[in-house]
């Protein structure tokens, strides 16, 4: 027992203590602002009116990805906020642990990227054509998938007979859609004097030759454009995903140091009152 004699504790720094809060508070409003922008559009889709259209969809739903970056970025924001506004030692080790898991799963998945590139490059092919499949079924996978091929200047997975997979742009006899042997808009090349978008250029184009086809719509496929622009671009990605990792190792720090301080002036309040 330890009574009459008082503890000098080490005083949390403010400058700490308020740059974990108004780094997690930004955090925190990115996280409400995806998950609104997935609810949005779920609700413009009708699927929370609907539940068993979620399972309808046969390729990759962008919304999914704006929810759970979204969950995850909330969670972990409001735990930071509050932790450290708080000095709550729970809430900074649960903050601490998961930033830890996080930085890890990306250092993994870094190295994986890395040793199993065949394998990536097989499933990327993989995941592209089967959202090819579903390219009508979602309007925000269609927008996705028109925003890449513009960007990339590219079409289809490997090329622009992967369009074959889609239903309404396939090449079979037995097709009655306008868009038979054709492709979407996004793989035309861009013509700078047109100020409207021509969403018919694709049409019957794979029925012509192949240098018809050059003149019209892009040939090389989306997989080998995203690795040229992955070699074109490695400084900056590499730099970018250091920078993110640097920046969750000094946050995490910072975590660990304002949560060492926390428990020792707890520790330090119960001796005083034993």
């Not at 409001?78 to 000095?87: K, P, Q, S, V, Y």
């Not at 994986?112 to 592209?128: E, T």
């Not at 009508?136 to 091929?149: E, G, S």
């Amino acid at each position: 027992m330890m009574s009459g004699k008082h503890f000098k504790a080490h005083e949390v720094s403010c400058c700490i203590k308020y740059f974990i809060f108004g780094f997690n508070i930004i955090f925190w409003f990115l996280g409400v602002a995806f998950l609104a922008i997935g609810l949005w559009a779920w609700s413009e889709k009708g699927v929370l009116s609907n539940i068993s259209s979620i399972t309808d969809l046969g390729g990759f739903d962008p919304v999914w990805l704006f929810l759970v970056v979204g969950g995850v970025m909330f969670i972990l924001g409001f735990a930071g906020c509050i932790g450290a506004l708080r000095e709550n030692s729970f809430l900074l080790k649960f903050f601490s642990v998961f930033l830890g898991i996080i930085f890890f799963l990306e250092l993994t998945a870094g190295v994986l990227a890395f040793v199993f590139k065949d394998w990536i490059k097989d499933q990327l092919n993989f995941f592209i054509n089967n959202n090819i499949r579903a390219y009508r079924d979602d309007i925000d996978l269609q927008n996705l998938i028109d925003f890449t091929q513009e960007y990339w200047e590219c079409c289809g997975a490997f090329g622009a007979d992967d369009w074959n997979l889609n239903i309404y742009f396939n090449c079979t006899d037995s097709n009655p859609s306008r868009e038979k042997c054709g492709v979407p808009f996004s793989c035309c090349t861009k013509d700078p004097a047109e100020d409207v978008i021509n969403t018919q250029c694709g049409y019957d184009i794979r029925a012509k030759t192949d240098s018809e086809q050059r003149t019209f719509i892009y040939i090389k496929g989306c997989v080998p454009q995203f690795e040229k622009w992955l070699q074109d671009n490695l400084t900056v990605v590499a730099g970018i995903f250091i920078g993110i990792a640097l920046l969750q190792v000094r946050r995490s720090s910072l975590v660990c140091h304002l949560m060492s301080v926390t428990l020792w002036f707890t520790w330090s309040e119960i001796c005083f009152l034993l």
